[in-house]
T-cell receptor, first 110, second 112 residues
Framework: EDQVTQSPEALRLQEGESSSLNCSYTVSGLRGLFWYRQDPGKGPEFLFTLYSAGEEKEKERLKATLTKKESFLHITAPKPEDSATYLCAVRPTGGFKTIFGAGTRLFVKA | SQTIHQWPATLVQPVGSPLSLECTVEGTSNPNLYWYRQAAGRGLQLLFYSVGIGQISSEVPQNLSASRPQDRQFILSSKKLLLSDSGFYLC???????????FGSGTQLSVL
């Protein structure tokens, strides 16, 4: 069964303290892996798409990487405005379904 | 540019009452449209998707239904709400089934 597991469930960082969020996935075939950011009471906002192992994408303080079984979202020198829930999702080959993980809630304290 | 509108933002309904949530997309044609539900601490659950007018696929058996009366309009309905229908409902669109999703701002539904 296609599955996405994110860890940790919650992460508390001090401003400037770099860390990584993990997304482990099990799919029969991967068409794409997506990262989204979701603020409380809002819809998710797209961050990155990764298609193949070894691929990396960067945007400001965020960098996403992909292996054959997991993806990491690295946050370098985070700021309080980076506080949000980060969602990982996979698009298996075949069908129309994008499968989401439960997310990692990130809290960055000034 | 493309935009997605979803309303209402908040809704409180009694058990057994009907439901109608509406979503419209602007600035694109023939989008793929989706309804998701998000429970606290859980991943987004796909409820319905549509690749064209009148074409609706259901992912989860329930007392909800969806319709697509126009190319860029997607409606989520129920004839009689249950307590378990409470949650955060999100409409989304994509250009193709393989691409990223663009989400609306969501509707927080409380069934009391």
């Amino acid at each position: 069964e296609d599955q996405v597991t994110q860890s940790p469930e919650a992460l508390r960082l001090q401003e400037g303290e770099s860390s990584s969020l993990n997304c482990s996935y099990t799919v029969s075939g991967l068409r794409g892996l997506f990262w989204y950011r979701q603020d409380p009471g809002k819809g998710p906002e797209f961050l990155f798409t990764l298609y193949s192992a070894g691929e990396e994408k960067e945007k400001e303080r965020l960098k996403a990487t992909l292996t054959k079984k997991e993806s990491f979202l690295h946050i370098t020198a985070p700021k309080p405005e980076d506080s949000a829930t980060y969602l990982c999702a996979v698009r298996p080959t075949g069908g129309f379904k994008t499968i989401f993980g439960a997310g990692t809630r990130l809290f960055v304290k000034a | 540019s493309q935009t997605i509108h979803q309303w209402p933002a908040t809704l409180v309904q009694p058990v057994g009452s009907p439901l109608s949530l509406e979503c419209t997309v602007e600035g694109t044609s023939n989008p793929n449209l989706y309804w998701y539900r998000q429970a606290a601490g859980r991943g987004l659950q796909l409820l319905f998707y549509s690749v064209g007018i009148g074409q609706i696929s259901s992912e989860v058996p329930q007392n909800l239904s969806a319709s697509r009366p126009q190319d860029r309009q997607f409606i989520l309905s129920s004839k009689k709400l249950l307590l378990s229908d409470s949650g955060f409902y999100l409409c989304a669109w994509s250009r193709t089934t393989n691409e990223k999703l663009f989400f609306g701002s969501g509707t927080q539904l409380s069934v009391l």
